[in-house]
């Protein structure tokens, strides 16, 4: 079966607090991505990566930065944590070139910022 | 703007049969994407429709009228394990996915 998962399902941290979110898939794909979902709203991309060492931003970047220094393994930081921050956080993995693939989620990480 | 229109909540009958509605305005269309979530979890793929017409797999068909920007979900004999969120995503011309915010349906007895 082909798995993303998601470091942490939940999280309490407290404002200006750095939050790591990692999220690592075992399907060999080239494309990952970072979405947030909140209530009343569709997901929002934050940040995508196609390659190794590549990013791009999303439509909500602000805030946050990614890192992937490994195929398998996409980190969503969050430097300085604020209270607007809190949301569930979705990694999802797809296969290079097929820019409408399917997408294979995470479970999602909540955080919750106080 | 880019705009996804699904109802927020539908409610069926155990073995009945539900259509979730999804309309969309976009600049540009590369395909349509149903998943879904169930609470807690994370979303599932179901269909991508990118022709007009009907897809059926299973209890589950998707619908799709590129000339109306509109596609619908049907689930026909209805299982409360079919209680979800169910999402409509459209691919735009940057072959950008832009999400619904997602139908949630209640299967009662």
């Known amino acids: 079966d082909v798995k993303v998962t998601q470091s942490s399902r939940y999280l309490v941290k407290r404002t200006g607090e750095k939050v790591f979110l990692e999220c690592v898939q075992d399907?060999?794909?080239?494309?990952m991505f970072w979405y947030r979902q909140d209530p009343g709203l569709g997901l929002r991309l934050i940040y995508f990566s196609y390659d190794v060492k590549m990013k791009e931003k999303g439509d909500i970047p602000e805030g946050y930065s990614v890192s992937r220094e490994k195929k398998e393994r996409f980190s969503l930081i969050l430097e300085s944590a604020s209270t607007n921050q809190t949301s569930m956080y979705l990694c999802?993995?797809?296969?290079?070139?097929?820019?409408?693939?399917?997408?294979?989620f995470g479970e999602g990480s909540r955080l919750t910022v106080l | 703007g880019q705009n996804i229109d699904q109802p927020t909540e539908m409610t069926a009958t155990e073995g009945a049969i539900v259509q979730i509605n999804c309309t969309y305005q976009?600049?540009?269309?590369?395909?349509l994407f149903w998943y879904q979530q169930h609470a807690g979890e994370a979303p599932t793929f179901l269909s991508y429709n990118v022709l007009d017409g009907l897809e059926e797999k299973g209890r589950f068909s998707s619908f799709l009228s590129r000339s109306k920007g509109y596609s619908y979900l049907l689930l026909k004999e209805l299982q409360m394990k079919d209680s979800a969120s169910y999402l409509c995503?459209?691919?735009?011309?940057?072959?950008?996915?832009?999400w619904g915010a997602g139908t949630k349906l209640i299967i009662k007895p």
């Open positions: 399907m060999d794909h080239e494309n």
């Open positions: 999802a993995s797809s296969t290079s070139g097929q820019v409408t693939g399917e997408l294979f």
């Open positions: 995503a459209v691919v735009d011309s940057n072959y950008q996915l832009i």
């Open positions: 976009t600049s540009g269309f590369n395909g």
